[in-house]
Structure formats: C-alpha cells, structure tokens
C-alpha cells in the first residue's frame, strides 16, 4: 500500500513501539519499552498498531482512541493515531499531543515522537539525527532500523533504505512489515524481482493480512502487468473488503488498459463505500486524477471543488488551501493563466490569514514562488520567472532538505527548458525528482530539444509507462508522453 493524499502531510512514518510494558525493564533488552500504566491502554494499544502495521488506518484508530481514553498520557497512541487522520488539522492535533506527552514517555518513544515533529516541519537533519540516536540506543529493535530506512526513502536514498529494512529482517525475520518496506525500496530502485521476493515473502508471514497482497499487487501495476494485479488487488480485498488502496489499484488497472469507464466505475464505488471523510477525500482525489488523465478538465475542477468542501466542513485550512492549489494546477495545464493566478491568490491570502505555523506557511510560500514563475515563463516573462526562482533559492538555502533542493532544480529545469537551454535543463531536471512522472517527462523533451534522440525515447518510455497509483503529474502527461513515444 502506497497512499496518496490531497497534501503531502509529511507523515511520520508511526509504526514504531515495543514489546515492552511499562519502563521497568533496561533498554538493554533492545526493544523500545511503552510508557503506560493502563494494562487496558496496553491492549488496545498494541491492538492498533499490529491494524497500523497491515495498514489498516480505520480499524488501528479505533483502537487507538480506546487506548488513548484508557490512558490520555500514552503518548505513542496519539502519534499511531495521527496515521488515521482524515485532514492535516487533525493530523498535526494528533502529533501535538504526543509531542505535549513525550517528556513523560521513554526515551525511544521521545526520539520516535520528536522524529516525527521534525518531519512534519521538514527539518529532515534533525529527524536523521534523531532516528541515528534511536538505532544507536536500540540497535536490536527492528522498528528502529524500519524507522530509519523509510527515512531513507523519503530523502529517496533508495540503497539506504534497503540497507536498514534488510537490517530489520535479520534482527527478527518474521517481523512482515520491514518485509513491505524493503519491497517498495528494491521497487524504486527498480531491482523487481529483489522487490518481488520480498512481497512474497510478506504475504507468507501474514497471508491474512489484506496488505501483502495489495503491495505485490502495486509491483505488478508498476511492471505493466494489469491482470495479474487485478488478481491481487482482489485477494487483498476478499481479507478485507474496505480496504481502499487495493480499490485505487483495480481502478488505475484499467485505465492503463484502457478501460477508462471501468475504472470510474470502480472509483464511484469506492467513494460510495467510504467509512469517513478522509477516506471520502481519498475517493474524490482519486476521481480528479481519472478525469484530468481523461482529459476531463471540467469535471476534474468539480471534484477539486468537492474536495474543497469536505476540507471546509472540517474548518482544515491547509487542506482547503491545497484544493486551490490543485484546482489551480489544473487551470494553468489547460492554458487557463488568468484563472489559476487568480487561484493561488486567493490560495496566498488563506495562507497568510490563518493560524497556521509559521513553518506550514512557509510551504505554501514556496509553492507559490514556482507557480508564479511558471505563469511568467507562460506569458514569455523569463526575468520574472528567474526573480520568483531567485527568491525560492533564498528560501532553500535558508532551511535546505532535500525534497525542496530537488524542487529548486526542478523549476530551474523548467525555465532552463522554457528557453530552449537543454544542457542546462538536462543538468538541472538530473538533480529533481525523478520519482515524478512529469519531470522524466521533461527530461524527454530536453533531450529530444537537444537531438539525442536515443535518451529522449528512454525517458519518454519511463514517463509513459510510469503505471502508478492516482498521481497528479503522471495524469498531466501520460497520453502526451505515450503520443510522443509512439512517433519516435
């Protein structure tokens, strides 16, 4: 299961605990212990995170919160909970209790909990430091090194990851969810059949588990194989018919077979079924994806628009924010300047009215630096364009990571090809994410501007046939990239 959402919330990653009750144990058992006195707490507690580590956010919260009501000082709980959240306002309410809680809990907790507030803030060296610290105190707890490795995969040091979620497995070789993690690491490292291995391994540790079926199932939709995904998408949903990941799978299936009525079928489906908003949220997200894909761009607006409402019901502005935000995205593809500038102001002047923390404000600040520089180079502005990437640099250099280093390549990539620069553009997109569909995509373009015509139809071949779950870029520019491929 790999889940997208309307935001990146920059989800700590929470399966994290011990088998340990109470502190009265040393660290030296090499475990990370659970601060509570609530034998009851315990229970549901360890209930819900074995739900959380299948994956299953709905049923772990539950637990979570019967846990939470049993002990309102378990702060574990409180950041297990927060996987379950249906908006990014209850997401962060969650992961301020437990920050609030952590000076009463175990060291390892407190390095888990504080790892996990600096990955909501984007310091990505303090959550390092902090997860170095915890494998070092608890080198023999599996949780530790998975922790790390998923690190490792958001900063996308894919071989690192790999390194620690293999760590994992070696210190306890039926602990199933390093298993997973190490899966979808081998996946972007596109080493398949190492990833394949170790989905198959999953499912034979926890064949009644819906997950381990849903991951292999996602392997199989990246390799192009849509029938024998299906096939798995399905088992996955006869262990638990709700579970909504392998729902998007089966409808991504067969679109990219090109059974496009099928798949919105399958969506509306699925959104008929949703338990809670954040799982209709999923749903209407999902519904955007298929229509701009199908070039449906007025009913892609609406579903942005019924986004947008969920997120005002629940008061979420940062959610309402990124409605606008995607709405806009929309808007400026389909040529539409005027009406998405007019957009991500409205987006901005959210943003700079709200209660927000200075640091989530700061997000959309640099989302709205290259939007207005994409405008620019729109209506042929490059000074412009070059000002607002000057001005995200500032912001960049100012608190670096790499997700943002990659973005500040990205739209110098953007500009560079913009102008018709290819080796520039080429040197620049090198250095973006290239786990976006649209940015090898780009890369196509650079080389096919330049005349390599070999790099040009590789790249454009990875864009093409990127087959991932609903994802905005990659819907953006599938059919172009397919319809470029097919004239090489």
Partial sequence: MNTCKWISRLFATAAVAGALFGCTKPADEGKIP????????????????????????????????????ADTGLAMAYLLRSNGAASTGEFLGYLG??????????????????AAEAGSTGDVAKRKDLLDKLVS???????????????????????????????ATELAPGYAPAYNSLGYAYRSLENYPESERAFKKYIEL??????????????????????????????????????????????????????????????????????????????????????IDCGKTDMALRDCDSAYAIAEKQNDVSDMAGALDLKGIILEEAGKYSEARALYDREMKMIESSGLSAERKET??????????????????????????????????????????????????????GTKEYDGAIEELQKSDLQSAYNLYRLALAYQGKGDAAKAKDYCAKAAHFYSLPDV??????????????GM
Avoid: W
């Fill in 137 to 167: 105190a608890y080198p023999k707890d599996e949780r530790a090194h998975d922790l790390l490795g998923t690190h490792y995969s958001n900063v996308q040091d894919f071989a690192g990851a790999a390194k620690e979620h293999k760590a």
């Fill in 34 to 69: 659970i601060t509570t006195k609530s034998e009851e707490a315990r229970k549901e507690y360890l209930l819900g995170r074995d739900l959380l580590d299948g994956l299953s956010f709905h049923d772990a919260a539950t637990h979570f919160d019967k846990a939470i009501k």
């Fill in 473 to 486: 870029g990659y819907a953006l520019i599938r059919l172009k990239a397919g319809n470029m491929l097919a």
């Fill in 206 to 291: 926890v064949p009644g588990d819906p997950n381990p079926y849903d991951s292999y199932a996602e392997l199989l939709l990246k390799e192009g194989k849509f029938d024998q995904s299906i096939d798995n998408y399905k088992m996955a949903l006869v262990k638990d018919p709700n579970f909504i990941s392998s729902k998007q799978g089966i409808a991504c299936d067969h679109l990219y077979m090109g059974k496009p009525d099928q798949a919105e079928a399958d969506l509306r489906d699925m959104l008929a079924s949703a338990r809670d908003d954040g799982e209709r949220a999923q749903a209407r997200f999902d519904m955007m994806v298929l229509h």
């Fill in 97 to 114: 209790k437990a920050v609030s809680h952590a000076g009463a809990a175990s060291e390892g907790e407190r390095l888990v909990i504080l």
């Fill in 364 to 417: 959309f600040v640099r989302v709205n630096h290259v939007h207005a520089a994409t405008l620019a180079l729109a209506a042929k502005n490059v000074k412009e364009a070059k000002t607002h990437a000057g001005e995200l640099e500032k912001l960049v250099t100012a608190k670096p990571n790499p997700a943002r280093v990659r973005a500040l390549h990205e739209l110098n990539g953007r500009i560079a090809l």
